[in-house]
C-alpha cells in the first residue's frame, strides 16, 4: 500500500528497508512513519527487524587477547636492529602498519571488542530525540488542539497502546497545547505537547517500573530530561534550555504524584 506525502513522498512497504537502516533524509522518514501508521506488516516487520538487531547485539562477546597475539603484534610494529637502515631507505609498509595499529587499538586493555553498541535506553531516547526534530522540522508537531487534558488522553484511545498521563500545567507556566503520534523507535507512542515560553516541549512515556530521580542531558542540541515515576519511563525534549525543561518536570512530576 502507498502513502502520498503532502512533503511529496510517495511511501510503500518498499521503503521499509531503508528506514530501518536510517537511510532516508528527515523529510523522507517522517512521511515512512506515516505510513507505518496504516500498515501493520510494516510495524510487524520493523519489529521483527528491531528484535534480530537486538538479540544479534546481545550475542556479542568480548574475548581476551592471548599473549602471543600481542607479541605477534609487538613484533611486527618494532623493526629489528639489523633491518632498521633498509625500512629507512624503502619506507614502512603503512598498510600492514596501519592494520597493525588498529589490532592493538581493539585488544589494549587485554580484550577485543568486536562492536561497542549503546543500551536499549540510549536507543529510546535517541529515537525520541529524532522523532521531536522531524516533528519540529516538518512542523507536524500536533495531531489534536486541546489545553484540557480530558480531550487529549482520550484522542489516544485505539491509536497505540500506551493510555498517556496527561496533566494540565498552564498554572505552572507550562500550558497544554495538544498531543500527536509518533513513532521513536519500533511502535506508535503518544508524544504530548506543552509550551515552554516560545518553545515546545514533547513529552513522550512508555509503561516501566519503579521510579528514579530526573537525569537531564543535551542530545544534538536538545535539553533531554528523562526520570521514572507512576508506572511510567518518561522522556520531555525541547530546544529551551535545561533550566526550562528542568523546571517543566519539577512541575509534571509533582501533579502526576498527585494523580490517583
Not at 205 to 210: E, L, N, Q, V
Amino acid at each position: 500500500m502507498s502513502v502520498f506525502d503532502p512533503t511529496g513522498y510517495i511511501m510503500d512497504c518498499e521503503s521499509l528497508h531503508l528506514y530501518f537502516d536510517g537511510e532516508l533524509d528527515t523529510v523522507a522518514a517522517l512521511a515512512f512513519e506515516k505510513h507505518l501508521e496504516t500498515c501493520a506488516q510494516c510495524r510487524a516487520d520493523l519489529a521483527e527487524f528491531r528484535e534480530i538487531r537486538r538479540h544479534l547485539q546481545g550475542e556479542l562477546t568480548r574475548v581476551a587477547a592471548s599473549e602471543e597475539l600481542r607479541h605477534r603484534i609487538q613484533g611486527d610494529l618494532a623493526p629489528d636492529a639489523e633491518d632498521e637502515e633498509p625500512r629507512r631507505r624503502r619506507g614502512w609498509d603503512w598498510r600492514k602498519l596501519a592494520v597493525a595499529a588498529a589490532v592493538v587499538a581493539m585488544v589494549s586493555g587485554g580484550t577485543t571488542h568486536f562492536l561497542e553498541q549503546p543500551s536499549e535506553e540510549s536507543l529510546w531516547t535517541q529515537g525520541i530525540v529524532q522523532a521531536h526534530e522531524r516533528a519540529m522540522l516538518a512542523g507536524h508537531t500536533i495531531d489534536v488542539v486541546s489545553s484540557s487534558r480530558h480531550t487529549v488522553k482520550p484522542w489516544f484511545s485505539g491509536k497505540t497502546t500506551v493510555a498517556p498521563l496527561v496533566a494540565d500545567l498552564g498554572d505552572a507556566g507550562f500550558p497544554l497545547i495538544g498531543g500527536r503520534l509518533d513513532v521513536p523507535v519500533d511502535r506508535a507512542m503518544p508524544a504530548i505537547v506543552y509550551g515552554a515560553g516560545p518553545h515546545l516541549v514533547s513529552l513522550y512515556m512508555r509503561p516501566a517500573s519503579g521510579e528514579t530521580l530526573p537525569h537531564l542531558q543535551k542530545i544534538d542540541g536538545f535539553s533531554v530530561v528523562t526520570w521514572r515515576q507512576n508506572g511510567f519511563a518518561f522522556t520531555a525534549v525541547t530546544d529551551a534550555d535545561g533550566a526550562e525543561v528542568g523546571a517543566f518536570q519539577k512541575a509534571f512530576a509533582a501533579r502526576a504524584a498527585a494523580m490517583p
